[in-house]
Nanobody, 125 residues
Framework: QVQLQESGGGLVQAGNSLRLTCSAS????????VAWFRQAPGKEREFVAA???????YYGNSVRGRFTISRDSAKTTVWLQMNSLNPEDTAVYYC???????????????????WGQGTQVTVSS
């Protein structure tokens, strides 16, 4: 059983940065992928970024080049550095993890077993 807790959300102006933190209650196994998803009001949950046990990183098209995902060596913390934020990035951001062995499945929310409660990010124009 893995419990995840997100933190670092808040209200920022467009063009600014935020760093989200996902803290796990236990060390996540090396095979586990940790990902960030987001969901805006009235929209489906959207894949943001993921990092795999072998160091693979993968980004959604809307954030590539602006967001960076990283993971600590103890495999208990994952960060999402978000730069050049714009109002379209406003959403609740969720951290998720699970044993996923195909990179093609990193973007699939149903593949992730454990989820955090989410943290709100609001970007004003």
């Amino acid at each position: 059983q893995v419990q995840l807790q997100e933190s670092g959300g808040g209200l920022v102006q467009a063009g600014n940065s935020l760093r989200l933190t996902c803290s796990a209650s236990v060390q996540t196994p090396s095979a586990y992928v940790v990902a960030w998803f987001r969901q805006a009001p009235g929209k489906e949950r959207e894949f943001v970024a993921a990092t795999g046990g072998a160091g693979h990183v993968y980004y959604g098209n809307s954030v590539r080049g602006r967001f960076t995902i990283s993971r600590d060596s103890a495999k208990t913390t994952v960060w999402l550095q978000m730069n050049s934020l714009n109002p379209e990035d406003t959403a609740v951001y969720y951290c998720a993890t699970g044993a996923i062995y195909r990179i093609s499945e990193y973007t699939s929310a149903p593949k992730y077993v454990y989820w955090g409660q989410g943290t709100q990010v609001t970007v004003s124009s």
